[in-house]
């Protein structure tokens, strides 16, 4: 029996597609969206894990929200909102 081994930079990139999609999702405009992405870079890779099994699990649909919560990004998510 073979054994299945994982590409993690592949499932890094469709982790990174599915934060993508969710921001889009909530209402943000793709340029927030591209700017939120690149600016939690370092989050987005901290909560995707590094194989430590002792890592809480973040869904994509949660770090998007995470990303709009985060108190830098406030005024980001008022904007998108309307506020």
């Not at 909560?47 to 990004?73: C, E, H, K, Y």
Request: net charge neutral; hydrophobic share 40%.
């Amino acid at each position: 029996m073979a054994r299945n081994h994982i590409n993690m930079t592949e499932e890094l990139d469709k982790y990174k597609a599915d934060i993508y999609q969710m921001l889009i999702s909530l209402g943000c405009s793709e340029t927030t969206t591209a700017a939120l992405m690149k600016g939690n870079q370092s989050k987005i890779q901290g909560w995707f894990g590094n194989g430590d099994s002792r890592n809480p699990i973040v869904t994509a649909q949660m770090a998007a929200r995470l990303i709009l919560r985060d108190p830098a990004d406030i005024d980001a998510s008022s904007k998108l909102l309307g506020h």
